[in-house]
């Protein structure tokens, strides 16, 4: 197609966005269709919630840095000469969880299982192949303490990947209880215990050294932060389990993770205790997992239980556990293969005054479920048709010249081998099935 | 679930806006699906845009009304304190359609068929079921002049609207130069057309004597505008062709028509050329047509020809025809069935400790694509379990309590009977999915 320009020049989509054209699209679609099929098998039901949620309801929620990467929507009508926002595009998917938690609530089945994959947005800056508008696929269960409700978000995920077509994966489980009780071993104040664990949680980014000079920098004394970084660093489910020996919330955290291995024993070898998982984030109470996968950078999913991240959220007290796959870097990681191009299954060119007779053959193909093109072009030339028709990726072409309108037939071409056949109109649609094996 | 208060109060989705719960959001993501695959079968392309555009890029292209609708995002970090902004949420599929044709020309197939569902924004004042964010359902052919494109798209709106369960409808057909040669007859200058155009269209809101009215305020004179409104209102074919016998313009119009007519012969009697549905907006150059369907208000779909709207949108030069499928409309007059409502095919209870075997057989469960739920509540009392596979609409129930443990086996409740059958651990998925009717 023509080239056309728009404004002078060619205008492109905002930055960080991006348009998705058929090829992409179809994959992308596909992908969620059968994400969501896994989620519906678990017995998540799907929501979907606004683009855009009330200002007041996000403010304050996600913390300082994440509310400088949110879209505000300007007031509108008199209002707008204000410069205020009152709205904020969505930033997450838990929020919003939340928020219908207090909205519906009593509409809502107990406990309350959901998945919700659509797209968030955020005003990160458009670079290292990050989107300001990308899709978050979450699944979550609200309203239940039960280490069942753990495992099931595990294997749901667990099943995702694999409709992804994430094969090879390891689930690697941690608890927030088990690395508080280690802080609590060497002494360290819980009160500083969030933003160590943040610390610790940038092993693999930064290394040790970094990372024990960044806990000494929060008050914590050089020979333990030395310490503990060791014991993490490790990755030694015998070496941790030995220093929790003696602490109650260290064996709870153990307990946890033990019920989760038992739990998810389904999954054979592809889920392990990694001591050295921390997890950055402050929210998480209980179990937490990341899943690493061969062939994919960083994690293709992550989730844990955040048994008060509701409440914190302007909800009542609530459990909560949830997972999240990372289905943007799994998309962005896959190639789209050239036979996902979806063609036509039959191209119907258009020759001499045959247009209500072509309308008639689409019509009925069509009926049939048939992927059908007819040609919208003003060339005459039968070639030229053809060209079309290749260029649709059509498996067979149509020809109805003055010839076969005479004889009452058409000409059915294949356009991988050229071989050409005959046949009458009456039987046209039944020989094209026959033709596409169907 | 107990009903949580979130920042005090119950926190309502923003206003115009709503929260799709699992029920009504399977039926509307079925409906998307089933037209989508109707639009595929008619050889259109998906397409999906951000949800926000560049401002510069939408500014001007809706005219004032339309423009003070939109949605417009705060620029972000150190330009938010300035109030201004410089994007802007999707107001319909059109805009961005002509913008990436800007973005993509040459990348895209020629003539460019595509369909695009999604949400768009409006802040329209949310009354009369009118919601600010909602889904339109379009689908357009760009680069054709063919009249077999505009013959494509309504059969493939007709083939949409029966994927939709709208059966009993008719296409109103007519044409802008049609009416536009009318206005000529009577003299009436073309720098009144438009205007003139969509007061007409306003005939079956305020009657005949206010569009008289109205027009005689445009400028026309009063027996020529009663003269109009009276050829319009009539809705007589016959008498439209008598007054257009000599008027050139006219006679391209009924042309257009008798072609589209022509084109469309297979819809048998469910479409015919109506004068008095005129169609408000400007941008119609050709053929225009709207649905009416029986048990549905106003139109379920509308489109037409309109051959300079890319080009005036910033693009270049280029023939367009689609049509929009007024799925929200459809959606809200349809009501959900109560059998639309998704249970699950098992649910587990979960008594004593067999929750590894519950797991296990969940995962096996879920393996032959059945829906199943574990009970993740407290309760150890079977009749409270009992009770949470009804509320969650299941077919059968598993039962394993100390009795089936011991025994090897597990109970499978039918709940519509209550019926009960043992059957072994190692046959039970068999056993499960025969009941089932698999």
Request: hydrophobic share 40%.
């Given at each position: 197609?023509?080239?056309?320009?728009?404004?002078?020049?060619?205008?492109?989509?905002?930055?960080?966005?991006?348009?998705?054209?058929?090829?992409?699209?179809?994959?992308?679609?596909?992908?969620?269709?059968?994400?969501?099929?896994?989620?519906?098998?678990?017995?998540?039901?799907?929501?979907?919630?606004?683009?855009?949620?009330?200002?007041?309801?996000?403010?304050?929620?996600?913390?300082?840095?994440?509310?400088?990467?949110?879209?505000?929507?300007?007031?509108?009508?008199?209002?707008?000469?204000?410069?205020?926002?009152?709205?904020?595009?969505?930033?997450?998917?838990?929020?919003?969880?939340?928020?219908?938690?207090?909205?519906?609530?009593?509409?809502?089945?107990?406990?309350?299982?959901?998945?919700?994959i659509g797209p968030v947005w955020r005003a990160d800056r458009p670079q290292d192949g990050r989107f300001r508008e990308f899709v978050q696929c979450d699944v979550d269960t609200v309203?239940?303490?039960?280490?069942?409700?753990?495992?099931?978000?595990?294997?749901?995920?667990?099943?995702?990947?694999?409709?992804?077509?994430?094969?090879?994966?390891?689930?690697?489980?941690?608890?927030?209880?088990?690395?508080?009780?280690?802080?609590?071993?060497?002494?360290?104040?819980?009160?500083?215990?969030?933003?160590?664990?943040?610390?610790?949680?940038?092993?693999?980014?930064?290394?040790?050294?970094?990372?024990?000079?960044?806990?000494?920098?929060?008050?914590?004394?050089?020979?333990?932060?030395?310490?503990?970084?060791?014991?993490?660093?490790?990755?030694?489910?015998?070496?941790?389990?030995?220093?929790?020996?003696?602490?109650?919330?260290?064996?709870?955290?153990?307990?946890?993770?033990?019920?989760?291995?038992?739990?998810?024993?389904?999954?054979?070898?592809?889920?392990?205790?990694?001591?050295?998982?921390?997890?950055?984030?402050?929210?998480?109470?209980?179990?937490?997992?990341?899943?690493?996968?061969?062939?994919?950078?960083?994690a293709v999913a992550a989730g844990g239980r955040y048994d008060q991240l509701v409440a914190a959220l302007g909800g009542s007290d609530m459990p909560a556990v949830g997972g999240s796959v990372g289905i943007e870097r799994i998309?962005?990681?896959?190639?789209?293969?050239?036979?996902?191009?979806?063609?036509?299954?039959?191209?119907?060119?258009?020759?001499?005054?045959?247009?209500?007779?072509?309308?008639?053959?689409?019509?009925?193909?069509?009926?049939?479920?048939?992927?059908?093109?007819?040609?919208?072009?003003?060339?005459?030339?039968?070639?030229?048709?053809?060209?079309?028709?290749?260029?649709?990726?059509?498996?067979?072409?149509?020809?109805?010249?003055?010839?076969?309108?005479?004889?009452?037939?058409?000409?059915?071409?294949?356009?991988?081998?050229?071989?050409?056949?005959?046949?009458?109109?009456?039987?046209?649609?039944?020989?094209?099935?026959?033709?596409?094996?169907?």
């Open positions: 197609m023509q080239e056309a320009t728009f404004m002078g020049q060619a205008a492109q989509a905002p930055s960080g966005t991006r348009d998705f054209l058929a090829d992409e699209l179809r994959r992308r679609t596909a992908a969620v269709t059968a994400v969501s099929e896994v989620f519906e098998r678990y017995g998540f039901d799907p929501l979907e919630t606004p683009a855009f949620e009330r200002l007041d309801v996000v403010t304050g929620k996600y913390g300082e840095e994440a509310s400088s990467l949110l879209f505000k929507i300007l007031r509108r009508g008199v209002h707008e000469a204000s410069g205020q926002a009152d709205l904020a595009l969505r930033y997450d998917h838990t929020v919003p969880l939340a928020r219908v938690i207090g909205t519906h609530g009593s509409k809502l089945p107990s406990p309350f299982k959901r998945y919700a309203g239940s303490h039960s280490p069942l409700a753990d495992a099931e978000v595990v294997y749901a995920v667990a099943d995702g990947l694999q409709a992804l077509g994430v094969e090879d994966f390891r689930f690697l489980v941690n608890s927030r209880e088990a690395l508080r009780g280690l802080l609590e071993v060497y002494g360290v104040g819980l009160e500083l215990g969030d933003g160590v664990l943040a610390t610790l949680d940038k092993l693999d980014k930064i290394g040790e050294e970094a990372v024990a000079g960044e806990l000494a920098e929060r008050g914590v004394a050089t020979a333990t932060a030395e310490a503990v970084v060791a014991d993490i660093a490790a990755d030694s489910p015998d070496r941790l389990r030995a220093k929790l020996e003696t602490n109650p919330r260290g064996k709870q955290g153990l307990a946890e993770i033990d019920r989760m291995l038992e739990l998810t024993g389904g999954l054979e070898g592809r889920i392990a205790f990694a001591p050295r998982m921390v997890r950055g984030l402050d929210y998480y109470t209980g179990a937490i997992w990341e899943v690493e996968a061969v062939g994919y950078p960083g998309l962005a990681t896959q190639e789209t293969a050239a036979d996902d191009r979806r063609g036509l299954d039959v191209a119907l060119t258009a020759l001499g005054h045959s247009e209500a007779g072509t309308l008639r053959l689409a019509r009925a193909l069509r009926g049939r479920g048939l992927r059908v093109g007819t040609y919208l072009g003003t060339s005459g030339k039968l070639a030229k048709q053809l060209k079309w028709a290749d260029d649709q990726r059509a498996r067979f072409a149509v020809i109805r010249g003055a010839d076969e309108q005479a004889a009452g037939e058409i000409t059915v071409r294949d356009m991988a081998t050229g071989e050409q056949h005959r046949v009458a109109d009456d039987d046209a649609v039944a020989q094209i099935e026959r033709l596409l094996g169907h």
